[in-house]
């Protein structure tokens, strides 16, 4: 069994920064790619930050400028640094992954979900 948790979903002013974290554990063979994801009250799950196992990233335009996605191999890691914060980024942020096991088995894991409040 393999399982994310998020940590660093935080009330933030805007304009400010906050770096979310995201580790997983259990019976890793490999992860191939991981991700974050948002979702705000009423609105679809979105993707915010892709980044491969070769350290390929992309991003929607939406946060392109101001998000950092990196991620760190041997802990099995994923981090999302946001700056420049605004009130639109205000939601629950999600950490995805897609996960081999030592039984070779593949995963698409789902974190818990941490939330992210820009607000004044």
């Known amino acids: 069994q393999v399982q994310l948790v998020e940590s660093g979903g935080a009330l933030v002013q805007p304009g400010g920064s906050l770096r979310l974290s995201c580790a997983a554990s259990g019976s890793i063979f490999s992860i191939n790619v991981m991700g974050w994801y948002r979702q705000a009250p009423g609105k679809q799950r979105e993707v915010v930050a892709q980044?491969?196992?070769?350290?390929?990233?992309d991003y929607p335009d939406s946060v392109k400028g101001r998000f950092t996605i990196s991620r760190d191999n041997p802990k099995n890691t994923v981090y999302l640094q946001m700056n420049s914060l605004k009130p639109e980024d205000t939601a629950v942020y999600y950490c995805?992954?897609?996960?081999?096991?030592?039984?070779?088995?593949?995963?698409?894991?789902w974190g818990q979900g941490t939330q992210v409040t820009v607000s004044s």
């Open positions: 980044i491969t196992s070769g350290g390929s990233t």
């Open positions: 995805n992954a897609l996960i081999a096991t030592m039984n070779f088995q593949e995963y698409d894991v």
